[in-house]
């Protein structure tokens, strides 16, 4: 399974010349190769992870694509009327749903606290074909069963302090790593929280990699 980052908190992941994009946000360049797509995962609303115009791009090229997320992103789908958008299934913590070439076991179910004052969405996290896993903006654990390959680890954002990510990287012992929710960073930033991730992953033997938008890891599946 190959697995190319793109800017910020988007993910494909390709197996078996089938395709599949995690969290197609604003900050992401707009998608143009989007042939070959079997299913779409949206963690949550807010909309540096969705905005409707990448997911209509996806959907033009491949027709009937399934898309994975909360009830509320489920509802704005509904309301834009998207034309060729196959069946939008409501994720539930704990249930595994297949998306042509890809097994979803789906996890969480609350988004990380911004602050006290703004109140907590729906948020899931996914593992794919028992390998890759992405927590969207939360730290919950990983589910029992499965041996984590690659880890997609936030970098920065308003609900989060860089601390609790090496923690969180820490907590799941992956073979592999790379950051993702980097888009509000300096390039210095971006450096520091690298090399601090990669520190992280190397205590324990695993391996870190500074993906830019648009480089790309392969895995085997499990």
């Known amino acids: 399974m190959q697995i190319t980052k793109f800017e910020h908190s988007c ?21 143009t190769e989007c042939g070959s797509v079997d299913g779409v995962v949206i963690t949550h ?8 115009e990448q997911l209509a791009r996806i959907a033009k090229q ?18 834009a009327e998207l034309e060729d958008i ?16 890809f097994s979803i076991t789906v996890f969480g179910g609350t988004h990380a606290e911004i602050h006290s004052s703004i109140p907590r969405i729906d948020n899931i996290g996914v593992v794919v074909n028992g390998a890759f896993a992405y927590a969207g903006d939360a730290y919950d654990p990983i589910p029992a069963g499965f041996d984590i390959q690659l880890l997609a680890v936030p970098a ?27 888009m509000l960073l300096s ?25 830019a938008p648009g480089d790309s890891i392969s895995i085997s599946r499990n």
């Open 187 to 211: 390039r210095p930033g971006k450096e520091l929280a690298n090399a601090r991730f990669q520190a992280a992953a190397e205590s324990y033997g695993g391996t870190y990699h500074a993906l």
């Open 86 to 101: 196959g069946t939008v299934h409501i994720a539930a913590p704990g249930e595994t749903v297949q998306l042509g070439a």
């Open 45 to 52: 609303e807010h909309d540096d992870h969705f905005v409707v």
């Open 62 to 79: 491949s027709p009937n694509v399934q898309v994975l997320t909360t009830t509320r992103v489920a509802d704005l789908i509904d309301a």
């Open 11 to 31: 993910i494909l992941l390709e197996q078996s010349g089938r395709r599949l994009y995690l969290d197609p946000g604003k900050f992401t360049t707009p998608l």
């Open 156 to 182: 920065y954002g308003p609900w989060m302090r860089m601390a609790d990510s090496i923690d969180y990287l820490l907590s799941v012992r992956p073979q592999a790593a790379f950051a993702v929710h980097e």
